[in-house]
């Protein structure tokens, strides 16, 4: 089964939108991991300020059994997070071999933004913009042995 899923991106407002999300449309918050609590060996921009450091880098807000909306601050580094340009869509997969073939067939013409390999919270996770500049997220979680 594939999940579908919003992924929204704010510039330093994550926390305060899901805040207002949950009060609008209730639900319960599944995660919340802040930038600083992010693993030095990881590739990608470090919070240089406390206030970096106090951001958002994955929260969910789970809506019901199949739906649940998600999100981040984007790092400074990568400028502010531009209306009509601050989502992507996720999709979540139950096998690798699924997760591989849509992450291939969607990139394919486009740009990998992050490719798909074996993540520090556990998942294989990979980003892509498609051939129409849309912004995609590939995850399956990986079964503990």
């Known amino acids: 089964m594939t999940t579908v899923s919003p992924y929204l991106h704010f510039s330093g407002k994550c ?24 693993p030095a060996d990881v590739p990608g921009p470090k919070p240089t300020t406390k206030e970096e450091g106090e951001q958002i880098l994955h929260m969910g807000l789970q809506l019901n059994e199949g739906t649940m909306i998600m999100g981040s601050d984007m790092p400074a580094a990568y400028g502010p997070a531009t209306p009509g340009k601050n989502f992507a869509v996720s999709l979540g997969f139950d096998t690798e071999e699924a997760t591989k073939k849509a992450f291939e067939a969607m990139s394919a013409g486009g740009t990998v933004t992050m490719p798909l390999a074996l993540s520090f919270w556990g998942s294989l996770f990979g980003m892509c913009i498609d051939k129409y500049g849309i912004s995609w997220m590939f995850s399956c979680e990986q079964k503990q042995a």
Not at 20 to 37: H, I, N, P, T
């Open 15 to 38: 926390e305060e939108a899901f805040n207002f999300y949950k009060s609008a449309l209730g639900g319960d918050f599944q995660m919340l991991m802040r930038v600083k609590e992010m």
